[in-house]
């Protein structure tokens, strides 16, 4: 099995492949990150089509001839680091040979099962998309407004406050964090008035913005959806006093905080299934909030999401998981849902 990911990638790896080698299979570690430095790829088309990948690290390269990959698990892919000493011009014509080499060499893996295709990747990472498909497979979303007219907020902000909540901005685009590493991104926040000001909102002008209801919650799940099987963790903060974490888990100190397994509504469980299968994705990682009184109001899903700390601290085995829908489609993804309550914990 093919696991394209990159060179800082560590636990996750290790317990997917614990579940291929479970299955009597192998898989191939492909460092996108080191391509095209120290991984080299061939590929010779016409009468002898060949696909051999190479990577050069260690004593020993090791070889991959892609006829014998038998599935695909698109974990991360990173761009290369390149050479720092070449001219910039020439390094980003470089970048942009090696990125469509890449996709022509990967291209040819369509038949074999994937974790998550490409393209299926690309279009569920967005966020509108999710939200339409999410409230048509029956699962509650926050109301919701994106745009770059400041007069639209502010009328959206008005509503929210006349229901008595507040207003939270996210972006569109996808977020990632990684166990134990410093988070790069912009998290969801809460609006204060004086952000609704004439000219705070002007900044709008450069591109558009996601604003919401923010949702009340008693508790937030990280949810592994892989095929039909739903494992669900609950975050436990342990006292993380971090400005902002109320709003948005992820602004955490990820050594402080925890998680346990938690429950979901066969309902819920099941349009989330249904909802990946509508989005094309075999993975995803949503986030969902529960209410004080027990709703379950879904967030977003991230297609190469993270799962480690799910099975780290609250032993979900999403990486046997991840393996079975790779190595044992059939099976791998059935619907596996417990009988559960019918209303969040």
């Known amino acids: 099995m ?13 317990r997917v492949d614990a579940g291929v080698r479970a299955r009597g299979a192998r898989t191939f570690r492909f460092d996108t990150d080191t391509f095209p430095g120290e991984l080299r790829l061939s590929m010779r088309v016409g009468d002898r089509w060949r696909r051999v990948a190479r990577d050069m690290r260690g004593g020993t390269p090791r070889e991959l001839d892609l006829e014998r990959v038998c599935a695909v698990w698109s974990r991360k ?22 990125r469509a ?51 639209e907020v502010r009328a959206f902000a008005a509503d929210v406050a006349r229901g008595g909540g507040n207003l939270v901005a996210k972006l569109l685009t996808p977020l990632s964090i990684s166990m134990g590493a410093p988070p790069v991104a912009v998290r969801t926040s809460r609006v204060p008035p004086a952000a609704l000001e004439r000219e705070a909102l002007e900044q709008l002008r450069h591109a558009p913005m996601v604003f919401q ?31 902002g974490i109320d709003v948005d888990w992820r602004r955490g100190d990820a050594k ?8 979901v509504p066969v309902h819920v469980a099941e349009a989330l299934a249904r909802l990946h299968r509508r989005l094309g994705l075999v993975y995803g990682a949503v986030d969902l909030i529960v209410t004080p009184d027990e709703r379950c109001v879904f967030l977003e899903t991230n297609p190469g999401g993270e799962w480690g700390m799910l099975e780290r601290d609250a032993g979900l085995p999403i990486g046997d998981a991840i393996a079975a829908a790779l190595l044992e489609p059939s099976t791998g993804s059935r619907i596996e849902v417990e009988p559960q309550p019918e209303s969040c914990p």
Do not use: M
């Open 213 to 243: 209801a923010e949702i009340p919650k008693r508790t937030e799940l990280r949810i592994a959806v892989v095929g039909e099987r739903v494992l669900a963790g609950e975050i436990v903060s342990d006292g993380d006093d971090t400005p």
């Open 2 to 14: 093919l696991v394209l990911t990159h060179s800082a990638d560590e636990y996750v790896i290790d």
């Open 256 to 263: 402080r905080g925890s998680w346990r397994p938690a429950e």
């Open 77 to 98: 892919i990173w761009p290369g680091k390149g050479d720092p000493k070449l001219d910039p011009a020439y390094r980003a014509s470089c970048d942009v040979e090696s």
């Open 101 to 151: 080499a890449l996709t022509g060499f990967l291209d040819g893996l369509d038949q074999v099962p994937w974790i998550n295709r490409p393209a299926a990747a690309a279009l569920a990472a967005d966020k509108l998309r999710q939200l339409r498909v999410a409230r048509e497979v029956g699962l509650e979303i926050p109301p919701t407004l994106v745009t770059n007219d400041p007069e």
